[in-house]
Nanobody
Framework: HVQLVESGGGSVQGGGSLRLSCAAS????????MGWYRQAPGKEREGVAA???????TYADSVKGRFTISKDSARNTLYLQMNSLKPEDTAMYYC???????????????????????WGQGTQVTVS
């Protein structure tokens, strides 16, 4: 049974920082593609960042230079370091991993296609 559990969200002022974590269990997927998505009220879910097996990454244009995705395979944990937060970053943030059936994808800088079909319950980030 796959579980993705996010933590680290909260309320911060503009310019502040947060680090999100995603603990993965139930399979060894932390070594495969993992990603972060977010969804703001009234908007569609959008890809924020992804990291592939080879360590290559990709970021949404709106977060480039401010967010950093990383993973700790030994701890089966995915991270998203968010700096210089803006009010438009306010959203529910979801950890994502590959599933037998996938409905979303991001392509990393090396051309690796990361597909996603498992989602965590989300962690709320509010920037004022």
């Amino acid at each position: 049974h796959v579980q993705l559990v996010e933590s680290g969200g909260g309320s911060v002022q503009g310019g502040g920082s947060l680090r999100l974590s995603c603990a993965a269990s139930g399979y060894g997927y932390i070594s495969a593609c993992m990603g972060w998505y977010r969804q703001a009220p009234g908007k569609e879910r959008e890809g924020v960042a992804a990291i592939a097996n080879d360590g290559s990454t990709t970021y949404a244009d709106s977060v480039k230079g401010r967010f950093t995705i990383s993973k700790d395979s030994a701890r089966n944990t995915l991270y998203l370091q968010m700096n210089s937060l803006k009010p438009e970053d306010t959203a529910m943030y979801y950890c994502a991993a590959r599933a037998p059936i996938n409905i979303a994808a991001m392509v990393t800088a090396t051309g690796t296609r990361c597909e996603f079909g498992y989602w965590g319950q989300g962690t709320q980030v509010t920037v004022s």
